[in-house]
């Protein structure tokens, strides 16, 4: 499924505006740099936490980030 049909179907309020953000360039290169700012720390999926050096990756249950940043916050 497009970008384009997904909009059409939550029935985006401004379609043409929609359409033209998506055909700006004008993002690319911030983009493409973040992407290899990420590749080059090793982060390969979204979300990807940082925590005291700890790398988390992918989604995690709140008691389970509470724990994680409780304990980094101790061996300070």
């Not at 033209?20 to 982060?43: F, K, T």
């Not at 390969?44 to 940082?50: A, D, G, H, M």
Request: with cysteine.
């Amino acid at each position: 499924m497009s970008w384009d049909s997904l909009a059409e179907r939550i029935d985006m309020p401004d379609l043409s505006l929609f359409r033209s953000c998506m055909d700006e360039e004008r993002p690319a290169g911030r983009i493409e740099r973040d992407v290899a700012q990420a590749d080059s720390l090793g982060i390969r999926s979204v979300p990807t936490l940082i925590i005291n050096g700890r790398v988390v990756h992918g989604a995690r249950p709140l008691d389970e980030l509470e724990k994680l940043v409780s304990e980094a916050m101790q061996s300070r």
